[in-house]
């Protein structure tokens, strides 16, 4: 095996750790309008992710808090004012809450930076998206049409759409603030009332919630939050009959439970699962471009990407030079501080996730070619040596049997094998259980599209990568999920379609028992 390149290049401007100011030491849950522990007043510490200290300890939710909090939106529901506002007055509410964001995406950018480890430049972008996800659902509620269909002089028979009711949406720790806008944005929009469940790793922005959406004008009841973890108020939260639709993104293998346990109440489920999605490199391609984007897509978000191209396949006459030019951009990707705007790659999220990244880095070196990276960074400065921080790691030749071509790693870490033909090449794409996205570099337009159009995936860029129209679907095949969100398809979800018939003349009925 070669050894790496070079040693990550590390950030490091600071000479301590950064904590933001006013940081709570106590994160409640916010239920019926306000701030309260649990009722039994069960707790988890809350780390972050360059010291590994506990910060802060957490509220954890049991199945009499989601009780309580279900019942409040329940109650917003069936009484509140929320469902039964015109689209124009919920948009207005849901405008003030994207100006709130953009208000504060400093604020957020941070607390976001110092809970997941995302370095800020990337957590600052992450916020901006989320008052963009309000903005765009305003917009759609007011511009929204239902079919009507007509039997000309006969039958004229319309949508009639109405909120499905509490919506419970659990998140995971990858861009926390922005995943949980990407749920509640729709479903506020529907008038909907929620129970939002965040992930535990990084429950710190999520209480902003509360006070962005009471000074905004939602009303009290109508947004929920109860922390906690996932065996425990997110299992509540799935199984209580009183919650008909579950939004979840998160693990396939959670995703898996979660979908057993909706079967009981035969629930409404959206799923964005985990995703192993090949960037896919042709010969003709513009290589110095799709060098910036492959490094881009897997290890941008530290690697803790969903749609993170983690498979680079490789046309094997540029194979050689690809995988040179490649690794040694990856050897020089800035690892360090995460509040740091220099720093490229910060530190990842947790103890245990870094324990399973790190377990694949070992796993790779037997079934790759190490070409950058392999391990922890080298010259972290002191006060950040207990981080999370794994080196951006390149792997070559791998086989498509190798388990880090198959499994998602979600971190700093990228497999790269070679090709031979288009078919060789759409076939290790395909050869995966996930189906998230796919990423295709070549100037050949038909071949591009004929292979965008035969890959598996929910998602494909040509010669791009990750920036998404708000108003496409978003959403994965095979193992990557199950339904689309976006634009008008998440409106669809949170609401249900009834179906009013009106008959316009005489009602024909055969007149049983009249003879
Ligand atoms: P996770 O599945 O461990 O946890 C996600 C959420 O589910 C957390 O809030 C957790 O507390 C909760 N949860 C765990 N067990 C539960 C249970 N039995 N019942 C109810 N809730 C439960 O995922 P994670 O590690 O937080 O996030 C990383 C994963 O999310 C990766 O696989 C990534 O690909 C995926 N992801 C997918 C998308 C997408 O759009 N497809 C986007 C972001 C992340």
Known sequence: MAQPTAPGQTASVRTTHYFPENLPTSIRHFINGEFVDSLGGATFDVLD???????????????????????????????????????????????????????????????????????????????QRAAENFRFFADLIVAQTDDAFSVPGRQLNYVNRKPVGVAGLITPWNTPFMLESWKLAPALASGCTVVLKPAEFTPLSASLWAEIFRDAGVPEGVFNLVNGLGEEAGDALVKHPGVPLISFTGETTTGQTIYRNCAANLKGMSMELGGKSPAVVFADADLDAAIDSTLFGVFSLNGERCTAGSRILVERSIYDDFCERYAARAAHIVVGDPHDPATEVGALVHPEHYDKVMSYVEIGKGEGRLLAGGGRPEGLPDWLAGGNYV???????????????????????????????EEEALALANGVKYGLAAYI????????????????????????????????????VKASGLGHEGGYRSIDFYTEQQAVHITLGEVHTARFGAH
Request: a negative charge; hydrophobic letters at 45%.
């Open 49 to 127: 992710p360059v010291s590994n200290q506990t910060y802060a300890t957490a509220a954890a939710g049991q199945k009499e808090d989601i009780d309580l909090a279900v019942r409040a939106a329940t109650d917003a529901f069936r009484n509140g004012p929320w469902p039964r506002m015109l689209p124009r007055a919920r948009a207005r509410v849901l405008n003030r809450i994207a100006d709130a964001i953009e208000a504060q995406d400093a604020r957020l950018a941070e607390l976001e930076c110092f809970d997941t480890g995302l370095p800020i430049t990337q957590a600052l972008g992450q916020a």
């Open 391 to 421: 080196s951006p790691t390149v792997f070559a030749d791998v086989a498509p049997s190798a388990r880090i071509f198959q499994e998602e790693i979600f971190g700093p870490v990228v497999a790269i094998t070679p090709f031979d033909t």
């Open 441 to 476: 570099w070549t100037s050949t337009l038909e071949r591009a599209h004929r292979f965008a159009q035969s890959v598996d995936s929910g998602m494909v860029w040509l010669n791009s990568h990750n920036v998404r129209d708000l108003r496409t679907p978003f959403g994965g």
